[in-house]
């Protein structure tokens, strides 16, 4: 079965820097990358949302025509549940 991508064309936009997240230190590149694909997911979604009842849009769902297949089996990461468990990991060591 074929893979798919949402796939957004977005500009960048520069801004005001947010402050670091508690003692951990985020260089301003680092920032400004995080920054970036924030504002750029929350157009893919406001698009997402407007162009319900279009046919197209601004976002379009990419779908590969010839799938790796080597990643078959690959299995999403919660990248959040993982960050989670790390920080339980090193409060109990």
């Known amino acids: ?6 796939v957004y064309n977005g500009k960048r936009s520069g801004g005001p820097r947010s402050p670091g997240a508690g003692s951990e230190i985020f260089t301003p590149a680092h920032e400004e990358n995080v920054r970036f694909i924030y504002e750029a997911w929350q157009c893919v979604e406001r698009d997402l949302r407007s162009q319900m009842g279009s046919e197209r849009g601004l976002v379009e769902e ?5 799938p790796n297949p080597s990643l078959k089996a690959f299995k999403p990461v919660d990248l959040s549940d993982l960050k989670r468990r790390n920080t339980q990991d090193a409060k109990k060591s």
């Not at 079965?1 to 949402?6: I, T, W």
């Not at 990419?62 to 010839?66: D, H």
């Open 1 to 6: 079965s074929p893979v798919s991508r949402v």
């Open 62 to 66: 990419y779908v590969e025509k010839m």
